[in-house]
């Protein structure tokens, strides 16, 4: 049997021909025939004729065997699969396919790139399987619930030094917003807090993880044994400032929407970053200007409901009274301070027994008491034998050198033996 006898046909098509022999026998009316195949009466009648005119040949299809309309040019695949080679091997199907578009005008869909990576054997990033987790619904509304969370990551690649991503993600519409930092600590969280709440108000509530910057480990001091308290740390204090509700998850799991995020950021962003020649956390902060907006126009979802639960934001001085590190100090009969190993001088005098020292965003420190702030300066935490601002010289105190056969100099003998006793005089 030569190949011109074969007829490749699929089993709708072999199923078709049988019930068209039935009709061309007149065992079947056209309607009947119609009514199984789910054609009209109309198509029926043009199969029929076509299978009278070619055979059995006829029930296929026009265009089996031939090349598609549509088909992109060889010479743009051939590209395209080199430019992957070369520049986009890393990168999952859809990132390459928008850095395809974006940077060098081939379209192409990432299942049309998928057929061409294994056509030709060349290995791509796949999707890992994922481990079964019950879902939690998101929120309904935009600033009901916000994740935060730092990701410590080689974001530079080597080029720069490892930093931190400090990134929020709303919980009902999936927006994004971040910073990069040096650390992941109490000074960044408030930063970035800030910068969150000056951009869309204050949330509702917060989830945030354990880690020591969003969760005091302290024990309970006596004053919050007897208030029912527990110790809160400095950006939990900053929270409750602003009334937004501190919720800390019990497993990365429970917050896997932000782990998601930076799931993502770290295949995206850092590609991103390489492309752009990013070497530095100031560089990476500008980049994220312009990146996030559009990260957020392309993976932010609608809300359930429409209504925005952010309000309003105070003003920006009592943002900075707000977001700082608070300790007490106990101000001393001479009117100073000290804090940190340095030592304050009030510039006036105050019934105060007890101040704030606040250590600021920008690093600056105020001292508060009541609210109100207190004038001062910082004076030499020790007098030396030069000359003070106040005029006075103190002299070193000198240390006694005892001499060589002083009894501290002499080794301890311990007696052993009975004392003699001595006579009584009557």
């Keep these: 049997m030569t190949e011109k006898d074969m007829i490749t046909m699929s089993r709708k098509e072999a199923r078709r021909l049988h019930i068209i022999h039935q009709t061309l026998e007149r065992k079947l009316t056209h309607i009947e025939a119609a009514s199984l195949i789910g054609l009209s009466d109309r198509q029926i009648r043009r199969m029929i004729k076509r299978i009278r005119q070619e055979g059995d040949e006829g029930i296929c299809h026009r265009t089996r065997g031939k090349t598609s309309n549509h088909r992109i040019p060889k010479k ?16 999952n199907l859809t990132h390459a396919t928008e850095k395809l578009f974006e940077v060098h005008g081939i379209t192409v869909s990432d299942e049309t790139l998928r057929l061409w990576l294994n056509n030709e054997e060349i290995p791509y990033k796949k999707r890992k399987a994922r481990k079964h987790r019950q879902r939690r619904e998101p929120r309904a509304h935009f600033g009901e619930l916000v994740q935060i969370d730092g ?13 931190v991503f400090m990134g929020y993600i709303d919980d009902a519409t999936n927006t994004v917003s971040g910073r990069f930092y040096n650390y992941e600590g109490t000074m960044p969280a408030m930063d970035s807090m800030k910068r969150y709440i000056k951009r869309y108000g204050m949330p509702q509530s917060v989830y945030l ?7 005091s480990w302290a024990e309970p001091s006596i004053e919050e044994q007897l208030a029912d308290q527990r ?9 409750a400032e602003l009334a937004i509700d501190v919720i800390h998850a019990n497993s990365p ?17 850092v590609k991103e970053m ?62 100073t301070i000290s804090h940190n190993g340095a030592l304050y001088q009030l510039e006036q005098a105050t019934r105060a027994k007890d101040v704030t020292m606040e250590a600021r965003l920008d690093g600056t420190l105020h001292i508060t008491y009541k609210g109100q702030e207190l004038s001062y300066r910082e004076i030499p935490a020790r007098l030396t034998k030069e000359i003070t601002e106040a005029g006075l010289t103190v002299q070193k105190k000198k240390f006694c050198i005892p001499p060589p056969d002083h009894p501290w100099r002499k080794p301890f003998k311990r007696n052993r033996g009975l004392k003699e006793q001595q006579p009584v005089a009557i």
Aim: proline content about 3%.
């Design 274 to 335: 390489r492309l752009a020649g990013i070497k530095d956390v100031e560089a990476a902060n500008t980049f994220l200007t312009t990146y996030l907006p559009k990260y957020n126009r392309r993976f932010k979802k609608q809300a359930a409901s429409a209504a925005d639960l952010h309000r309003t934001a105070p003003h920006s001085r009592e943002l900075d009274r707000i977001f700082c590190i608070r300790k007490e100090r106990t101000v001393r009969n001479d009117f």
């Design 76 to 91: 743009i695949k051939y590209r395209a699969l080199t430019l992957f080679r070369e520049r986009y091997t890393d990168f």
């Design 231 to 239: 110790p809160m740390s400095q950006f939990e204090k900053s929270m």
């Design 209 to 215: 993880d354990k880690h020591t910057t969003y969760k």
């Design 151 to 163: 990701s410590h990551h080689d974001w530079f690649e080597g080029r720069g030094p490892i930093c």
């Design 253 to 269: 799991q429970a917050k896997g929407r932000v782990e998601r995020l930076f799931r993502t950021l770290q295949d995206r962003l």
